[in-house]
T-cell receptor
Framework: GAVVSQHPSWVICKSGTSVKIECRSL??????MFWYRQFPKQSLMLMATSNEGSKATYEQGVEKDKFLINHASLTLSTLTVTSAHPEDSSFYIC????????????FGDGTRLSIL | GQNIDQPTEMTATEGAIVQINCTYQTSGFNGLFWYQQHAGEAPTFLSYNVLDGLEEKGRFSSFLSRSKGYSYLLLKELQMKDSASYLC??????????WGAGTKLIIKP
């Protein structure tokens, strides 16, 4: 089945640090990748939709300058949390979808980010 | 507006059958997905329905009624490992997924 690799799995770092998270589709081409955030015991919250070769579309309330998204190829998207603060601590999950729009999104294993 | 409704929590007994319902309102409709999410893990894909009827995959089945804006996920022969959250998500006319808040399923011995 479709495999999406996300790393790192977890990050602990000091406040003010920038953190980059990578999301790769391993066995299919993903024209669209999605970045989600999930706080404990809460539902998935879509942060942004990333299309290969174009600017990401951010959901309302998500700061573009804080959460930088790059989707440079059909198999790789990155999310950089710039100058992270404790309130950014969360579970960040990427998903990827193949060319056909009605195909399921396949999720990476997620990145648990803890900012001290 | 777009909305996905599903129960917050359900409890069932090991070996039994449970049905998790989902009602949806989306701008256009291109199908409905069910995902399973264990605590602390990312969601995994379970099923996709775009036509009316029942799709069966082993112990799991998913049903769709487009006229009623309704779907359910049926889990048979429940096992302890089925304890998880089950997420219902509708695909709208722009092929955007509209997520439900998830149903936490607790399996008791």
């Amino acid at each position: 089945g479709a495999v999406v690799s996300q790393h790192p799995s977890w990050v602990i770092c000091k406040s003010g640090t920038s953190v980059k998270i990578e999301c790769r589709s391993l066995d299919f081409q993903a024209t669209t990748m999605f970045w989600y955030r999930q706080f404990p015991k809460q539902s998935l919250m879509l942060m942004a939709t990333s299309n290969e070769g174009s600017k990401a579309t951010y959901e309302q309330g998500v700061e573009k300058d804080k959460f930088l998204i790059n989707h440079a190829s059909l198999t790789l998207s990155t999310l950089t949390v710039t100058s992270a603060h404790p309130e950014d601590s969360s579970f960040y999950i990427c998903s990827a979808r193949s060319l056909q729009e009605n195909q399921p999104q396949h999720f990476g294993d997620g990145t648990r980010l803890s900012i001290l | 507006g777009q909305n996905i409704d599903q129960p917050t929590e359900m409890t069932a007994t090991e070996g039994a059958i449970v049905q998790i319902n989902c009602t949806y309102q989306t701008s256009g409709f291109n199908g409905l997905f069910w995902y399973q999410q264990h605590a602390g893990e990312a969601p995994t894909f379970l099923s996709y329905n775009v036509l009316d009827g029942l799709e069966e995959k082993g112990r799991f089945s998913s049903f769709l009624s487009r006229s009623k804006g309704y779907s359910y996920l049926l889990l048979k022969e429940l096992q302890m490992k089925d304890s998880a959250s089950y997420l219902c998500a509708g695909l709208d006319s722009n092929y955007q997924l509209i997520w439900g808040a998830g149903t936490k399923l607790i399996i008791k011995p």
